[in-house]
C-alpha cells in the first residue's frame, strides 16, 4: 500500500461528495474575469469598492512612491519602517485616537491576537458561524470556548450569566464578525456592545473584514456606522478586500499593543509585509474614505438584489453586499454554477466545510463598479 494511498483516497471521496475544488487560472480587467476564453461579469471578488482595476490609482501612487520591496526582517528586527508608523498614526487618528497595529494578514492576525490574549482563565464565546481563521485562534488558545447561537444575543446573554460568575475564570472574551461573509448578514452590534456593558469580566473582539471600506459615513466599518468604535476592546479588519491591498488591523487600547508586540507569536516571527505594500495600503485607505458615492451604490445594489433573491423562492438573510443563493447540496450548487458561467456570470460555488453540511450555495458577492442594468442581467437569469 503507498503511503499516498490514504490522501488519494480523501480527494476521490471529496470529488464523489462535490467538494473537490482546484485553482483555476484567470485573467481579470475591472469587474470581468476571464476563464478558458469565456469573459464573464465577476461576481466572486472581495474587491466591494472595485478599486483593483483601476489603473490611475496605481500610475498616481507609483510616481510618488519609491518604498523598498521588501523588508527582510521582522518589525522587532529591521522590519519597522517609517511607512509602518505613518500608516498606525493615519488609523489611530481614524479611529479616534485609539492605538493602531499592523499585522501580514487577516488570518494571521486572528491566529495570532486570540492566544496571545487568551490563557486557561479565559472563556471565549465565539458565534457558530465565526471565520475560519478566528476558530483556528480560538483552538490554538488556551482558552474553554463555547459557540453561541449565530446572532442570537438572548442565547450569548444566558452564556454570560452562567458564566461570570465563575471564580475561575477572569475575563470573557465575545468574538463575532459585524459582516458575516457566508450569510451576508450582520451582528447588531450596538445591542451587542449594550451587552457587553452589563458585564465587568467581559471584552468584545468585532472582526470588520467585510466592513470595512462599504459601512459608516468614511468607510471606517460597522463600528462607525453605529458610533461603537470605542466601546470595542479589539477591533480587526482586513486591506485584502474594499482596499485591494494585504494585510490586517487591530485597533485597541495602547496597553494591548504593547503586550501583542510582546507575546503575539506570528507578529515576533514573521517577516514584515515590504513598506511598499504598506505605503499601497496607507495611500488607499486616505482614498477609501471619500468614496461614499460607491458605498451608497454598493448597499442599494445588494437591497434589489436580495429583493430579487427572495422573490424567487430563496430565503436569505443578507443585509449587505454579500448575497447568498442557498440551494442545498453540493452537487447542485456546483451544476447551477456551471449554469451560470455559461451564461456570463462569474459565481462560484461555496461547500463544506466553508457553510454546513446541505446548505452549499452561491454566494454573490458585488463590487461598486456594477451597474444596475449589469445587475438586472444577472436577476433575468436567476
Known amino acids: 500500500m503507498s503511503l499516498l494511498d490514504h490522501y488519494q483516497n480523501t480527494l476521490d471521496t471529496l470529488k464523489k461528495q462535490g467538494n473537490y475544488r482546484q485553482l483555476t487560472h484567470n485573467e481579470q480587467h475591472g469587474h470581468w474575469l476571464t476563464v478558458a476564453s469565456k469573459c464573464m461579469l465577476n461576481l466572486s471578488s472581495n474587491d466591494y469598492l472595485g478599486l483593483a482595476g483601476q489603473s490611475e490609482l496605481k500610475q498616481q501612487f507609483l510616481q510618488q512612491n519609491q518604498s523598498l520591496m521588501t523588508s527582510s526582517s521582522s518589525r522587532l528586527l529591521t522590519g519597522n519602517f517609517d511607512e509602518y508608523t505613518a500608516f498606525e498614526q493615519t488609523l489611530s487618528s481614524a479611529f479616534a485616537g485609539r492605538s493602531a497595529l499592523l499585522f501580514n494578514s487577516g488570518y494571521h492576525m486572528n491566529i495570532g491576537i486570540?492566544?496571545?490574549?487568551?490563557?486557561a482563565k479565559t472563556l471565549i464565546l465565539a458565534d457558530k458561524l465565526v471565520h475560519a481563521s478566528m476558530i483556528d485562534g480560538i483552538r490554538l488558545s488556551q482558552a474553554k470556548y463555547v459557540r453561541y447561537k449565530h446572532n442570537d444575543l438572548n442565547h450569548l446573554k444566558q452564556l454570560l450569566e452562567k458564566y461570570h460568575d465563575d471564580a475561575d475564570i477572569e475575563r470573557i472574551l465575545i468574538v463575532t464578525e459585524s459582516i458575516?461573509?457566508?450569510?451576508?448578514?450582520?451582528?447588531?452590534l450596538h445591542g451587542l456592545v449594550m451587552l457587553k456593558?452589563?458585564?465587568?469580566k467581559v471584552m468584545l473582539y468585532v472582526d470588520e473584514a467585510h466592513a470595512i471600506g462599504v459601512r459608516g459615513e468614511r468607510g471606517l466599518g460597522c463600528a462607525e456606522q453605529y458610533a461603537v468604535i470605542e466601546h470595542i476592546d479589539f477591533l480587526v479588519g482586513t486591506f485584502g478586500k474594499a482596499l485591494a491591498s494585504v494585510g490586517g488591523y487591530l485597533i485597541c487600547d495602547e496597553i494591548i499593543k504593547a503586550y501583542l508586540i510582546n507575546t503575539m507569536r506570528p507578529l515576533i516571527f514573521s517577516t514584515a509585509l515590504p513598506p511598499i505594500n504598506i505605503a499601497w495600503t496607507h495611500f488607499m485607505f486616505e482614498r477609501m474614505q471619500g468614496m461614499q458615492k460607491q458605498r451608497q451604490h454598493l448597499q442599494h445594489m445588494g437591497h434589489v438584489l436580495k429583493n430579487e433573491v427572495m422573490s424567487k423562492g430563496y430565503d436569505c438573510l443578507s443585509s449587505s453586499h454579500l448575497v447568498p443563493i442557498i440551494v442545498g447540496e453540493s452537487e447542485q450548487a456546483v451544476q447551477k454554477s456551471k449554469q451560470l458561467q455559461a451564461l456570463g456570470f462569474y459565481i462560484m460555488p461555496v461547500r463544506p466545510p466553508t457553510v454546513p453540511k446541505h446548505q452549499a450555495r452561491l454566494r454573490i458577492s458585488l463590487m461598486a463598479s456594477i451597474s444596475l442594468h449589469e445587475l438586472d442581467a444577472l436577476v433575468d437569469v436567476l
Request: glycine share 6%; proline share 5%.
Open 114 to 119: 486570540l492566544p496571545a490574549l487568551a490563557n
Open 180 to 188: 458575516f461573509s457566508m450569510d451576508g448578514d450582520e451582528v447588531d
Open 197 to 200: 456593558q452589563q458585564f465587568n
